[in-house]
């Protein structure tokens, strides 16, 4: 049976020998070893179940098998360099970076600063709404990059996908105007008891965010927020929680809408764990850029630094939910 996955390198070394009838020339000729050549050259005759060459102590023939494998082989290795070149010259394809919303992010700044730093790599922003959502198209291979909170996605999703943490990001609550919390400056946590803060409940693109939400709210007398319509875009959005007139949990980057004020929650000062979000194996000079991106901007921000009287997720914490 003939293998399907031979590698290119062994019909080369073929090809060589195949051509010079010597195997000494032949590895000059190629600039390796001739033992090297003669190891690959066996593991071809092994994987073929067919002896290429006659040996003798003084020349080398090609068998029938030899000369029946020549042009086929030819014929894979101009392939092999035709794609080769095929993708050298047109430079890798773009990336495509899904931000979660098409306003203000920590994955925005990420991006931004990755297309500066590689200028001649062409890095696409998408606008898909949750990481449950967008991790599963990543997977897929239709997204190459997304960001959020990695450890809420499910393990079998998770265990397909690398993760690295970019930022802990402080949380807000947007507020109807009017609300008798609009008017302070920050909201204490305990300050929302009685209240019902949405969370992205019932929309299955957004699991990992409501189950941190879940996860912060739980024992403070704050409930999670029924299902609402799900929303495309800020106008939708800020008309269907105009109607709800719910509190709604968002990060303090989330951009302002009319009709509502954003106010920093405090008393802890919660944070959600946003990482980048990439399939395994995958390499791209793209993602290479937003890695050193996020790295820097890190640095200059101090954005994985963590403040005291601050919560995160029991799964970043070893269970305590504390800073």
Not at 121 to 147: H, K, P
Not at 151 to 165: F, M, N
Request: with cysteine; net charge neutral; proline share 8%.
């Amino acid at each position: 049976m003939i293998p399907r996955d031979v590698e290119p390198r062994l019909l080369r070394g073929f090809v060589a020998v195949a051509e010079e009838l010597h195997f000494t020339r032949a590895a000059a000729r190629l600039y390796v070893a001739q033992q090297a050549l003669s190891r690959d050259v066996r593991r071809l005759e092994t994987a073929l179940g067919a002896a290429l060459f006659v040996r003798t102590t003084r020349a080398v023939e090609l068998t029938g098998d030899g000369e029946r494998l020549l042009p086929l082989a030819r014929r894979v290795l101009a392939a092999h360099e035709e794609l080769a070149a095929a993708f050298a010259s047109a430079g890798p394809r773009p990336l495509l970076v899904d931000l979660n919303t098409d306003g203000p992010s920590t994955a925005r700044t990420v991006l931004e600063r990755a297309r500066e730093l590689a200028p001649d790599c062409e890095l696409m922003a998408r606008f898909e709404s949750g990481l449950t959502y967008a991790a599963a198209e990543v997977a897929a291979g239709r997204l190459d990059v997304s960001f959020g909170y990695a450890d809420g996605l499910a393990p079998a999703l998770r265990a397909r996908l690398a993760h690295r943490p970019v930022r802990y990001e402080p949380l807000a609550v947007l507020l109807p105007e009017g609300h008798p919390l609009a008017g302070r400056a920050e909201v204490p946590l305990d300050a929302l008891a009685g209240e019902a803060v949405y969370a992205g409940a019932g929309n299955p693109r957004t699991l990992e965010w409501t189950g941190l939400a879940r996860e912060l709210l739980a024992g403070r007398g704050i409930a999670l927020a029924p299902p609402a319509p799900v929303a495309v875009g800020k106008d939708e959005f800020r008309r269907v929680m105009a109607k709800t007139r719910n509190p709604v949990l968002v990060t303090v980057d989330f951009v302002d809408l009319p009709g509502s004020v954003k106010r920093p929650l405090v008393a802890p000062v919660p944070l959600s764990p946003l990482s980048m979000v990439w399939r395994k194996g995958f390499h791209h000079p793209g993602l290479d850029a937003l890695h050193r991106a996020a790295t820097a901007l890190g640095a200059e921000h101090g954005w994985l630094d963590v403040p005291p009287a601050s919560w995160r997720p029991a799964a970043l914490t070893g269970g305590n939910g504390g800073g």
